[in-house]
């Protein structure tokens, strides 16, 4: 059954550092997203992407942050000067929809860890 | 934006039990899904139901979607049924995609 996969599984790095977050969605799917999980909270929208732009994005989603879909397969989220409160698990996400269903199916995160 | 209150916080049955979780949601949303969280962070998918009612082996869930709740229905429970379980509401974007709200979850442990 096809998958969302990300990369890495888990990264460590110092404040202010540059990270970026790798993610292959589902091949058929037209629509991609980021969430983030704080620890012990709740699952929160960061952005959403189709047809090379972005959709919709969130307040937590600020000039720091940037997506990129820089090939047919992949889909980034960098994040250019990491801060302390960036720690947090990232999970990507894409949907098909075409009409029929707008179900996201979620890769299996990037824990964050910003030193 | 629209809030998302799932109950009840935290549960603790014993293997075999039955449970219910309500997730209510304060407007009109274009769907609705169901999530458990494993012990390693996994999101994983349950249920994709914007109204009535599916089934998937021990679990099932109903979408009222005029009076704004779901529910989810674990019969038999088991020990992997431990986790998290969110409820995520989803709005249909202009610029394209469904932008999912999150509950903040309800804590489920089954102890033998």
């Known amino acids: 059954e096809p998958e969302v996969t990300q990369t890495p599984s888990h990264q460590v790095t110092q404040m202010g550092q540059e990270v970026i977050l790798r993610c292959v969605p589902i091949s058929n799917h037209l629509y991609f997203y980021w969430y983030r999980q704080i620890l012990g909270q709740k699952v929160e929208f960061l952005v959403s992407f189709y047809n090379n732009e972005i959709s919709e994005k969130s307040e937590i989603f600020d000039d720091q942050f940037s997506v990129e879909r820089p090939d047919g397969s992949n889909f980034t989220l960098k994040i250019r000067s990491t801060k302390l409160e960036d720690s947090a698990m990232y999970f990507c996400a894409s949907s098909e929809s075409l009409g029929r269903s707008y179900e996201q199916y979620f890769g299996p995160g990037t824990r964050l860890t910003v030193t | 934006g629209i809030q998302v209150e799932q109950s009840p916080p935290d549960l603790i049955l014993q293997e075999g039990a039955n449970s219910t979780l309500r997730c209510n949601f304060s407007?009109?949303?274009?769907?609705l899904q169901w999530f458990h969280q494993n012990p390693w962070g996994q999101l994983i998918n349950l249920f994709y139901?914007?109204?009535g009612t599916k089934q998937n082996g021990r679990l099932s869930a109903t979408t009222v979607a005029t009076e704004r709740y779901s529910l989810l229905y674990i019969s038999s429970s088991q020990t992997t049924d431990s986790g998290v379980y969110f409820c995520a509401v989803g709005l249909l974007l202009t610029g394209g995609g469904n932008k999912l709200t999150f509950g903040t979850g309800t804590q489920l442990k089954v102890e033998l």
């Open positions: 407007d009109s949303v274009n769907n």
């Open positions: 139901i914007p109204s």
